[in-house]
């Protein structure tokens, strides 16, 4: 147990819904990553916040938007959803920002869209 | 780019030894990663490397060679529960804080 908790674990829908999925992060961890992992393919890196602020950004698309709140949780939330965007979305976490720390990750949410 | 390449599938026998590669790009290297993921599961920390050479810890052991762009993740005295894809994950110093996952490399252990 990474100590990283996501939430939904699985989630089924329909093209051209809204989902928002939630982390938490581990105790004490200022960092919050989220990727995304299609089926036989590598994790993408899609955003990172840091004490409630964006940090870094990567391939996440325009119906994508997450936040980090002072509580440090974070939520990902997905619209107008598509077929492709059926994945395993992972949550991770970091003590502090700055290369070379480790992330841990949650067990992650898989996400259906049907 | 930042292209991180690592070897798409490897098949090694229980009880053998195991070399997994990771090349990537140099500019404004800063460390270098390997997790492992079994199918479906969250991805685990194994190593962090930072300078050149070996690092090691228990039946795994991780290379970086920062000159050369390349790592490995050596394996040894394999397990069945080896069986799982590594992945190498890089960060630069240039990129804010991503750290960038390489496809993984899929092992499959032979009885």
């Known amino acids: 147990d990474s100590g990283v908790t996501q939430t939904p674990k699985h989630l089924i829908t329909a093209t051209g819904q809204r989902v928002t999925l939630r982390c938490s992060p581990r105790?004490?961890?200022?960092?919050v990553y989220w990727y995304q992992q299609s089926l036989d393919q590598g994790l993408q890196f899609l955003i990172q916040?840091?004490?409630?602020?964006?940090?870094a950004k990567g391939n996440i698309l325009e119906r994508f938007s997450a936040q980090q709140f002072p509580d440090l949780h974070s939520e990902l939330n997905l619209s107008s959803l598509e077929l492709g965007d059926s994945a395993l979305y992972f949550c991770?976490?970091?003590?502090?920002?700055?290369?070379?720390?480790?992330?841990?990750f949650g067990e992650g949410s898989w996400l259906t869209v049907v | 780019g930042q292209n991180i390449d690592q070897p798409t599938e490897m098949t090694a026998t229980e009880g053998a030894i195991v070399q997994i590669n990771c090349t990537y790009q140099?500019?404004?290297?800063?460390?270098l990663f390997w997790y492992q993921q079994h199918a479906g599961e969250a991805p685990t920390f194994l190593s962090y490397?930072?300078?050149?050479g070996l690092e090691e810890k228990g039946r795994f052991s991780s290379f970086l060679s920062r000159s050369k762009g390349y790592s490995y993740l050596l394996l040894k005295e394999l397990q069945m529960k080896d069986s799982a894809s590594y992945l190498c994950?890089?960060?630069?110093?240039?990129?804010?804080?991503?750290?960038?996952f390489g496809k993984g490399t899929r092992l499959h252990i032979l009885p």
């Open positions: 991770a976490s970091s003590t502090r920002q700055g290369s070379g720390n480790t992330i841990y």
């Open positions: 490397n930072v300078l050149d």
């Open positions: 916040y840091y004490n409630g602020e964006e940090r």
């Open positions: 105790s004490g961890d200022l960092s």
């Open positions: 140099t500019s404004g290297f800063n460390g």
């Open positions: 994950a890089v960060t630069y110093m240039n990129r804010d804080d991503k750290i960038i």
